[in-house]
């Protein structure tokens, strides 16, 4: 099992950035995928980037081109950084692991381990 804990959430204006980070410990594997999720009230849980051990990295198509991910392998630490941002970004935002390999990298069914969230609000 692999622990996450997600950091860097908060309120910012439209078109402003962040960065979030999500520090991983555990066994992730010689091959793995982790991602970023997110889910806003009253709506599913939805995949927005992912990365394998190999860099090889997906996005939803709402975010490609503001969203960047990548990972620090040696200390195990997923990021987030999340440019011109707007209100449609508000959500809580998760890190995930232990990709199952069974479908789609950014279908949250997919991934056994999750963090606890944290919240990004977008102001217009």
């Known amino acids: 099992q692999v622990q996450l804990q997600e950091s860097g959430g908060g309120s910012v204006q439209s078109g402003g950035s962040l960065r979030l980070s999500c520090a991983a410990s555990?066994?992730?594997?010689?091959?793995?995928?982790m991602g970023w999720f997110r889910q806003a009230p009253g709506k599913e849980r939805e995949g927005v980037a992912t990365i394998a051990s190999d860099g090889t990295t997906s996005y939803t198509d709402s975010v490609q081109g503001r969203f960047t991910i990548s990972q620090d392998n040696a200390k195990k630490t997923l990021f987030l950084q999340m440019n011109s941002l707007k209100p449609e970004d508000t959500a809580m935002y998760y890190c995930?692991?232990?990709?199952?390999?069974?479908?789609?990298?950014?279908?949250?069914?997919?991934?056994?381990?999750w963090g606890q969230g944290t919240q990004v609000t977008v102001s217009s």
């Open positions: 995930a692991a232990e990709f199952r390999g069974l479908g789609s990298r950014l279908s949250p069914g997919q991934y056994k381990d």
């Open positions: 555990g066994y992730l594997g010689i091959t793995y995928c």
